[in-house]
């Protein structure tokens, strides 16, 4: 296990926490796969029944680090990112946790953070959290689910944050139907293990076979989403357009796209 991703047991819970303050808790390669062997860790124990991911520090994620996942990912292979005996903590590309998840966050919740509360069963903002689905500022499109849920969960208002990349707050992300409480900053991981412990006490067959259930409901759409960001990434990855944004995110400016 990474140093970049701590984990503790508390009773049936698991407390997973993404720990690169340094770098505003952008996930590397190291930090996708460290929480994704977490995820495998509390699917895998039978004594555990419940995940509750936060970040420490101020902010939940800055996104993607996409000056080392990007790399990684010009040869369409998605496992080269996340092997394929790791559960996908975006339940997108790969199998997901058997069991709940419920996330805590704060700050900024850029990108992969939102995706990953659309993937998780309940989820928990700061009053301070701000939003950001930004990939298509950057020349790229959302890799882990974005693109498919964002409009199919929360309709015209995630469909414009997809499109526009603008920023949100957490009074925003709870009336649109994204995060399911807002607390004041610092209690969020209080109360999202609140909420993982009343999950907790309910019979655990019964818990993962209603999450199962509920999964399968959306699995042909999400295979399908899922495809057709596999066709397209290869080639926005290696643009014209993705090398702007990259170039403009680092000099801090505005980029300038030309659609090549």
Not at 151 to 159: N, Q, V
Not at 169 to 193: K, P, T, Y
């Amino acid at each position: 296990m990474t140093d970049l991703v701590t984990t503790e047991r508390r009773g049936h819970i698991m407390l997973i926490g993404v720990d690169r303050q340094d770098k505003r808790n952008a996930w590397n390669v190291e930090v996708i796969q460290g929480v994704a062997a977490a995820y495998t860790e509390l699917s895998n124990d039978a004594d555990l029944r419940v995940g509750v991911v936060f970040a420490h520090g101020d902010d939940f994620t800055a996104g993607l680090d996409l000056m080392d996942v990007l790399p990684a990912l010009t040869t369409g292979d998605p496992a080269d990112v996340l092997p394929t005996d790791l559960c996908d903590p975006w339940d997108f590309l790969g199998e997901p946790c058997t069991k709940p998840i419920v996330v805590a966050v704060q700050g900024r919740c850029y990108t992969l953070g939102i995706e990953l509360i659309l993937a998780s069963q309940v989820s928990v903002a700061a009053s301070d959290t701000v939003f950001a689905q930004l990939e298509v500022a950057r020349g790229i499109v959302p890799l882990g689910g974005g693109t498919h849920r964002l409009p199919g969960r929360l309709g015209t208002a995630g469909l414009r944050w997809l499109l526009t990349a603008e920023s949100f707050d957490a009074r925003q992300a709870l009336e649109a139907g994204m995060v399911n409480e807002v607390v004041d900053v610092g209690a969020q991981l209080e109360r999202a293990i609140e909420i993982a412990e009343t999950i907790a006490a309910s019979a655990p067959l019964a818990v993962q076979s209603a999450l199962a259930t509920s999964r399968a409901a959306e699995r042909a759409e999400r295979d399908a989403a899922a495809a057709s960001v596999r066709e397209s990434v290869a080639a926005l990855i290696t643009s014209g357009d993705a090398m702007e944004g990259m170039n403009a995110m680092i000099e801090k400016r505005a980029p300038h796209f030309t659609g090549e």
